[in-house]
């Protein structure tokens, strides 16, 4: 019988580096393109454990520089990702986070969804969302519900249903990691993304006074939803530190929307004397003021300045542009998942990570300006 030609052992020097092996081996273990590359093969390439190389991909903080750019390298050359179902396998999870939301503010939704969206992919994690009913009788059964059968790594929940102190104490129960974006500190800091209501609506007055309005409205989001008190508080209390009031016949609550805020700026409007300035609850609902303003005859913002809140898109294309305090939805919807991620590999405790805040500022356009005569 012919004889097997002899198999070639290429042996390197016991003390070539890591690097240098994973170098000159590379040809001999870089897997045939036509085969699905494994995390094994991603290893075994760089040298490293295949934990290591989980860590990379899922962007852990404990990973040298160096190793993660030598593997990072690998992964990219031979067009390794991850497969879904063995990740999930392998780590005991889902890789899903859940969007726990019932808010009728589509934008501030759309905007937050894009944010974390964004960040959990590069995280190789998955976004579900899930709108809901707080007020159904059904509202915990139904989450309780969408989190075990999706089998959710960790929820984002939005205000109002992050207000809800009963679905929390639900949620450590089930054990699901959670962040509540939220307008007040009603948790520990670790468990939120908080914005600062009060303090913000305290620059719009300040803004107010300073251009000379002494009628001045205040047109407020549903009294259910914690930003709707911290905003008022915050407005009401900077006004009266600069002598000035908000008298009941010149606050209207509305509801987040166009339509309510019409209708509130129609009552407003038809108060004699009328005020010389609204504070509407958000953009759209400064946008409802635009439209009785206009149909009344009343110039903004020569004879009424309008003040929204959140600066959507819609802020810069009214005529003339809205002045509103600039909340950085899409940067809290990706801080909100980066801190959820962080939370599910146990990093809760890093102080980055420890208290996470948000402080809207106001962007000054076209709709404020002094009172008119």
Known sequence: MPKKPATKIVRLPAKASAETRAHQLQPALVPDLE????????????????KTVSRVINESPFVREETRARITEIIKRVGFTPDPQARALAFRRSFLIGLIYDNPNAPYVINFQEGALGALRRMGYELVVHPCDRHSDEFLTDIRRF????????????????????????LRKLECPYIRVIAAALDDPKNLVMSMDRQSAAEVAEHL????????????????FRSAIERLEGFSNALADRGLSLPPEFLAEGSYTFESGAACADILL?????????FAGNDETAAGVYRTAYLRGVKIPDELTVI???????ASRLCPS????????RDMGRMAAEKLVAKIAGLSDVPAIAATTVVPHLVVRESSGPPGK
């Open 308 to 314: 929204g809140f959140d600066d959507s898109p819609l």
């Open 35 to 50: 085969r699905k590359h494994t995390i094994n093969d991603i290893a075994r390439l760089a040298n490293v454990s295949k």
């Open 209 to 224: 006074a300073k251009l000379g309005h002494r009628r001045i409205a205040m047109i407020m989001g549903p009294h259910t």
């Open 147 to 170: 989190i075990t059968r999706q089998k959710l790594d960790g929820v984002v929940m939005l205000p109002p249903v992050s207000e809800n102190p009963t679905l929390a104490e639900m």
């Open 322 to 329: 809205l002045t509103t305090m600039r909340q950085p939805i």
């Open 270 to 278: 038809s108060r004699s004397p009328r005020p010389t300035a609204i």
